[in-house]
């Protein structure tokens, strides 16, 4: 039986975001899980739904964005 991760929430500059397996980070609860839904139904991310990303630890572009509430 393959086990998956489930969306997280955690806190980065303040802001509550949700966290997907793949490391993405969404304001929005539903969009992270359609972000891992996605990649687990089409075993790629969807360019669409990466777009609305404001959090990605393994990107220097991410890191300086500022959220805005």
Do not use: W
Not at 5 to 30: F, M, P, Q, S
């Amino acid at each position: 039986m393959i086990r998956y991760n489930l969306v997280r929430e955690e806190i980065h500059g303040g802001k509550t975001l949700y966290i997907c397996d793949c490391g993405l980070g969404y304001e929005d609860i539903l969009i992270a899980y359609a972000c891992e839904e996605y990649f687990r139904t089409h075993g790629v991310s969807s360019e669409d739904i990466i777009k609305k990303a404001v959090y990605n630890p393994r990107s220097t572009k991410f890191s300086q964005r500022t959220i805005t509430g």
